[in-house]
Nanobody, 118 residues
Framework: QVQLVESGGGLVQAGGSLRLSCAAS????????MGWFRQAPGKEREFVAG????????NYADSVKGRFTISRDIAKNTVDLQMNNLKPEDTAVYYC???????????WGQGTQVTVSS
């Protein structure tokens, strides 16, 4: 059974930092693209950051460039999202996801809430 479990969400003041972590179990994601998405209340889910299996290709949404960093530990089957200089508009449920081709994400975590107060 494939499972992605996020952790690290919480409440932080604007300008603060949080680090989200996603642990994969049930299958090795060594050859998968991994991504982070988020969904704010009343809005559609949006891409935040993603990377291929070798970490040679990394992409960020324009809204988080320079503030967020995605990283992965192949041996531990984990992918992290370091979020710095958080803004109230970053408030959302953040989801970890895995994809074979970097386009269609087939596996999703349950999400973790990030709330940034002004």
């Amino acid at each position: 059974q494939v499972q992605l479990v996020e952790s690290g969400g919480g409440l932080v003041q604007a300008g603060g930092s949080l680090r989200l972590s996603c642990a994969a179990s049930g299958r090795t994601f060594r050859n998968y693209h991994m991504g982070w998405f988020r969904q704010a209340p009343g809005k559609e889910r949006e891409f935040v950051a993603g990377m291929n299996w070798s970490s040679s290709s990394i992409n960020y949404a324009d809204s988080v460039k320079g503030r967020f960093t995605i990283s992965r530990d192949i041996a531990k089957n984990t992918v992290d999202l370091q979020m710095n200089n958080l803004k109230p508009e970053d408030t959302a449920v953040y989801y970890c996801a895995a994809s074979r081709n970097g386009i269609n994400y087939n596996y999703w975590g349950q999400g973790t809430q990030v709330t940034v107060s002004s």
